[in-house]
């Protein structure tokens, strides 16, 4: 591997040192420079892009965002998901000359989690999971940024009925925005030699994944995959490889109905903390603990600014974020039940 240039020099510097690295902003994405909630359309052949999910062909669209009309071709996306959801994941092709000077300049596929099921709980869902994606963006500065929607659906196969449905979903930034932002470089590999952690990030991870009670993910190949790593993936930066993690439908912060925990973990629901982190130093642990606990505030009072949830809601997830931080003053005993847990 490879510095590839000054800036991944900077960043790798800072590394060592086990701070944030220095965001390289390569072009303005104004879509994910913003927290609030951004007013759209989508309209287009919905009927026919779900009943035929599993050729997961692109169809035209429609999106229509601040007066600006935008013809994007979407597509539905994901595995588990795709199974277990009435309303799929999709992802949003756009013309990069349609943007412009618009909030999708710059934009090319994205990501977008939607409400998987018509139940009022499964729109809860997408905002929890929206939660632990800018939670995990409070700890480091290696992490998807993500924008909330309110989207109105418009089914264009049943013309003259209207908008069909409005639910939250949210963007997830795409890898090559994230390694444009961080001087990083996308890389994939069917093993990460251990030698080659970037171990400040991933202890970093180790604890966020405890923190929202996510086991769902790996530094290995998962079923089906063929390059590491399940839920994440990899950057070069300086001479370490960086595990930025995703998806966390099956986290306990989120406690979906579907979710449930693989057998081998020897646990009984997704609300039960386990630690899945590696065994690192006690000191690099110690570091990204203090780290997390530093922002106990911070987090807790994003959760309590998610637009959607109601205030019953909010309270019993800040109850469950609670729970770790009280058993995270003890520092020593934690570590140490990591240790006796790690891999």
Known sequence: MHFGGPERAITFFLLVLGLSPTIVHSAATPLFDDDTVLEVELAGPLGALISNKKKRAELPFFLLSKGTQHSVKVRVRGKSRLRVCKFPPLRINFEIADTGDTIFSGQDKLKLVTHCKSSEQAEKNTL???????????????????????????????????????????????????????????????????????????????????????????????????????????????????????????????????????????????????????????????????????????????????????????????????RFFVKAEDAKGLLRSFGRQCL
Do not use: M
Not at 271 to 280: F, I, M, N, S
């Open 128 to 322: 929890e999971e929206f939660a632990a994606y800018r939670i995990f963006n409070l700890i480091s500065d290696l992490s998807y940024r993500v924008r909330l929607l309110r989207i109105t659906y418009t089914n264009t196969d049943e013309p003259g009925k209207g908008k069909l449905l409005q639910r939250y979903a949210f963007l997830i930034e795409s890898e090559s925005q994230l390694a444009d932002r961080t001087g990083g470089k996308p890389v994939q590999v069917a093993g990460l030699p251990r030698r080659s952690l970037g171990e400040n990030q991933a202890a970093a991870v180790f604890i966020f994944q405890y923190l929202i009670g996510n086991t769902d993910w790996s530094l290995v190949t998962g079923d089906d995959e063929e390059t590491c790593c399940h839920n994440g993936d990899l950057f070069e930066l300086g001479s370490k490889l960086q595990y930025v993690p995703y998806d966390f439908d099956l986290a306990g912060l989120v406690d979906a109905r579907y979710a449930y925990p693989h057998p081998s973990l020897r646990i009984r629901k997704v609300t039960q903390r386990l630690y899945r982190g590696l065994c690192l130093s006690p000191e690099i642990l110690r570091n990204a603990l203090t780290t997390v606990n530093a922002r106990r505030r911070e987090i807790l009072d994003l959760l309590r600014g998610i637009p959607g949830l109601l205030p019953e809601d909010i309270e019993a997830k800040v109850e469950y974020l609670e």
